[in-house]
């Protein structure tokens, strides 16, 4: 299994990702981002699962407002809590003990823990965030996110900090989960 972490020193504040994405997937707004994954998916055969917390399930909100969803969308954990985490998709309490829940071993645990609790899934993604306005600390200040992508075994990580309110942030969370996922299976 491959895996692969990205972090980049100073990622852009509510940018797409910095990745070689056509310039129209930048301009997609989400429920045609949505639509892109579902073509992706229903061509590969494959279901996605989530797994969220910062954005307490807007990803699974935007996948399921398509019709016909059911044919790719799996299930959606909201897993808001450490005991969430923990109990639906088994990520180890050390591990969130030791690195903080908005991190990379956790984000990578949700994505993988989302796959392992979901078959058939064979796609996930996972946030894990600090959206605000509160909660911050100068190691994962407010808009700090941690993403994970889980692709047929292939595992990527990636931490943006996203500028702007508790809204502007999450809405940021969708958007960027999204159209990575995008990318990654148009790859």
């Excluded at 990745?19 to 055969?45: C, I, M, N």
């Excluded at 088994?90 to 994505?111: K, L």
């Excluded at 796609?123 to 100068?138: E, F, I, N, Q």
Aim: glycine fraction near 10%; proline fraction near 5%.
């Amino acid at each position: 299994m491959a895996s692969f972490s990205t972090t980049p020193s100073t990622p852009p504040a509510t940018t797409p990702s910095t990745s070689a994405a056509s310039p129209a997937l930048a301009d997609l707004d989400t429920p045609d981002l949505v639509a892109a994954l579902a073509a992706l998916l229903q061509r590969k055969g494959w279901m996605l699962a989530t797994a969220e917390s910062c954005t307490g399930g807007l990803i699974g909100a935007a996948c399921t407002e398509l019709a016909g969803s059911s044919v790719w969308f799996e299930r959606g954990f909201i897993t808001y809590s450490n005991e969430a985490k923990t109990q639906l998709l088994g990520v180890d309490a050390a591990t969130i003990a030791a690195h903080g829940a908005v991190s990379e071993p956790v984000a990578r645990a949700m994505a993988t823990g989302a796959i392992a609790h979901s078959a058939p899934s064979r796609v996930a993604l996972a946030v894990t965030g600090v959206a605000g306005p509160t909660g911050g600390t100068s190691e994962k200040p407010v808009g700090t996110v941690w993403f994970g992508w889980s692709v047929d075994g292939d595992v990527r990580t990636e931490r943006r900090r996203f500028d702007g309110d508790r809204a502007t942030v999450r809405a940021a969370t969708v958007r960027h989960a999204l159209q990575t996922l995008v990318e990654l299976l148009g790859r």
